[in-house]
C-alpha cells in the first residue's frame, strides 16, 4: 500500500474510531456526568436518556466504521479488476443503518416500537404502489448487480435498445456510452427483459468475421493462401490466435469465403475489420485479381399511380 493510499485510509478511519469511543465512554460514564450537572438539566437528562442518546449514537458511528472497513475492503480486494458495482455497496448501506435505525428506536420506544413497525410498513405500502414503476427498476437494478450479467467496463449490447460500454449501474438506471462518445440512460426494468450480449466476457478477447467473394477461376486453396498472407500484415488482431477462413458458398457471382478472426476488444472491431478488409483487398490487386461483384441489373419502372376519375388520353 503506497503512502498516499495509507494516509488517505486512516484519514477516514480514525475520526469514525474515536466518536465510537467518545459515545461508547459517555454511556459508560452516564452516572458521574449526570452527578456533574445542574439540577435543571438533570431533570431533563436522566441517566437512562444519556445512556439512550450515547448508546444510538454509539450504534450509528460503529455503522459507519463498518461501512468505511467494508468500502476499503472491497477497494483493495478488486484493486486491477471490475470495480464492484455502486448499487450493491448502496445497499449493503442500507441494510446495515436499518438495522442500527431499528435497535436505535428500540433504546427509545421499547414497548410502542411494534406499533410504529406496524404503522410504518402500512405508509410503505401504500407509497410502494404508488412509485412502483421505480420500485421495478430498483430490484431489476439489484437483480442486475447480484446477478452479475455485465459489470462496469464491459462492452455490451441490449437487444432494441443499445450497444456500449457500461459506466454506472445505478439504483433505477444503467449508463453507456456508445463507440460514436454517445451518453445513453436505460432503466433498468427494461434491461432486465431483453436480451444482453456481453462482448467482455468472459474474455475480452472474441472472435469477428467478414465474408468476401472472389472469382470461380480461382482455386480455393490459392484464394484462401492469399487471405491467409493477407492477414499475417494486420497487427491490430490477436497475433497468438489463429484466423479460419472457410468456404460458405457457391453462386454465379463466384465463391464466398468466409474469414474469422480474432479481436483484442470490442472497442477494436471496427478498426479490426477496416484493417483486414485493407489488407486483403491490397493483397489481392496486387496479384490482379478483383473482388467479384454482384450483376447489376435493369431498374425497375416506376408503377404510375392511377388518379381516380381520370380519363386516358385520345
Not at 213 to 239: C, F, Q, W, Y
Request: proline content about 5%; charged content about 20%; hydrophobic content about 45%.
Amino acid at each position: 500500500m503506497t503512502n498516499t493510499a495509507f494516509r488517505t485510509r486512516w484519514r477516514v478511519l480514525i475520526p469514525a474510531s474515536l466518536a465510537l469511543t467518545a459515545f461508547l465512554l459517555i454511556a459508560a460514564l452516564a452516572v458521574p456526568l449526570h452527578a456533574l450537572m445542574g439540577e435543571r438539566l438533570q431533570a431533563v437528562l436522566t441517566v437512562d436518556l444519556i445512556r439512550q442518546v450515547a448508546s444510538s449514537l454509539a450504534l450509528f458511528a460503529g455503522a459507519r466504521l463498518t461501512m468505511l472497513i467494508l468500502r476499503q475492503r472491497l477497494q483493495l480486494r478488486n484493486k486491477g479488476h471490475r470495480p464492484v458495482p455502486k448499487v450493491v455497496l448502496d445497499v449493503i448501506s442500507a441494510v446495515v443503518y436499518t438495522l442500527v435505525a431499528i435497535v436505535s428506536l428500540s433504546l427509545f420506544l421499547r414497548d410502542d416500537l411494534s406499533g410504529l413497525l406496524t404503522g410504518s410498513g402500512l405508509v410503505l405500502a401504500v407509497l410502494g404502489f404508488a412509485i412502483r414503476n421505480v420500485v421495478a427498476d430498483v430490484f431489476s437494478g439489484l437483480a442486475l448487480s447480484i446477478e452479475a450479467p455485465f459489470r462496469i467496463a464491459d462492452w455490451i449490447q441490449i437487444e432494441t435498445l443499445g450497444r456500449g460500454r457500461v459506466v454506472e449501474i445505478g439504483w433505477r438506471t444503467s449508463r453507456l456510452v456508445t463507440q460514436d462518445s454517445t451518453y445513453v440512460i436505460l432503466p433498468n426494468s427494461q434491461i432486465s427483459r431483453q436480451k444482453i450480449t456481453n462482448f467482455s466476457a468472459p474474455r475480452a478477447e472474441y472472435r469477428d468475421s467478414i465474408e468476401m467473394t472472389l472469382p470461380a477461376e480461382i482455386p480455393v486453396t490459392d484464394a484462401r493462401n492469399l487471405m491467409k498472407l493477407a492477414l499475417r500484415g494486420v497487427r491490430s488482431l490477436i497475433a497468438d490466435r489463429k484466423s479460419e477462413i472457410h468456404v460458405l458458398r457457391y453462386s454465379p457471382q463466384g465463391i464466398t469465403y468466409r474469414v474469422k478472426y480474432w479481436v483484442p476488444r470490442h472497442d477494436r472491431e471496427a478498426d479490426c475489420r477496416n484493417e483486414v478488409f485493407c489488407a486483403i483487398d491490397r493483397t489481392l490487386r496486387e496479384r490482379g485479381i478483383r473482388i467479384a461483384m454482384p450483376p447489376v441489373g435493369a431498374m425497375p419502372e416506376p408503377e404510375v399511380e392511377e388518379v381516380p376519375g381520370a380519363r386516358e388520353p385520345a
